[in-house]
């Protein structure tokens, strides 16, 4: 493993990642639906292995956002100080998002943390580009997943856009939603119901995208309830 410093230096990062590459990895990012044109072919334990022992440094993160190195990215999910992540970060990233896993997570990981999530989730849902509007509803599960303590209330108010995003015929827009309204709606007992109700709604509409959606959620809500 390349020795890094103090403060840890990006240079050495990207030579820890050339060092752990592997074509097979590589090779095997296509059955995933990841681009591998930009990547090295590190798996995932490595990349948060060097992300765990450079430890948590915004100026890091920008640096290695900027190498467009797929794993580069991911590490910068796990690398950067949620407090110092600005609205204009989050944007320009969101941006720049051209894959399914990096979405996922830096969404999971960083954004969700930052004192913008909310403001994020709502303004992507409506977005244009399939992997920014993914972001939008991936924002919102993370949410659901990671916020304990958020009133039912402020998630009732996402179902409209939850409603309106279900009609996105793309893939990877489609199940962001799903992710979304299954994650809102193992919260509690009311939110459970409203996400039900949606999901009823939407399994029964004549667009056929929102159909999927209500009925990838009520298998889901359904099978939780019934494992209960």
């Not at 998630?155 to 992710?179: H, M, Q």
Request: hydrophobic share 45%.
């Amino acid at each position: 493993m390349a020795r890094l410093g103090t403060p840890p230096d990006v240079h050495a990062a990207m030579a820890w990642l050339e060092q752990k590459s592997s074509r097979r990895v590589k090779d095997g990012m296509a059955r995933f639906g990841i681009p591998s044109d930009c990547a090295l072919g590190v798996g995932m334990r490595d990349i948060q292995a060097i992300a765990t022992r450079l430890g948590r440094s915004h100026e890091l993160a920008a640096a290695l956002w900027k190498t467009g190195v797929y794993e580069a990215r991911m590490m910068a999910a796990y690398v950067d100080e949620p407090a110092q992540v600005t609205v204009a970060q989050m944007d320009r990233w969101c941006r720049e998002f051209d894959n399914w896993a990096v979405v996922d997570t830096v969404c999971f990981s960083l954004f969700d943390r930052t004192p913008h999530a909310w403001g994020r989730a709502t303004a992507w849902s409506t977005r244009r580009s399939e992997m920014e509007k993914r972001a939008g509803f991936v924002m919102m599960a993370c949410l659901a997943l990671h916020n304990k303590t958020e009133a039912d209330a402020r998630f009732l108010r996402l179902l409209p856009l939850v409603e309106k995003g279900a009609r996105d015929e793309r893939n990877f827009v489609k199940k962001g939603v799903s992710w979304a309204l299954r994650s809102i709606g193992r919260r509690s007992p009311a939110l459970r119901t409203a996400s039900v109700k949606l999901a009823t709604r939407l399994a029964k509409s004549e667009d056929a995208p929102s159909r999927w959606v209500g009925k990838d959620v009520l298998r889901d809500l359904s099978r939780r309830r019934a494992a209960k």
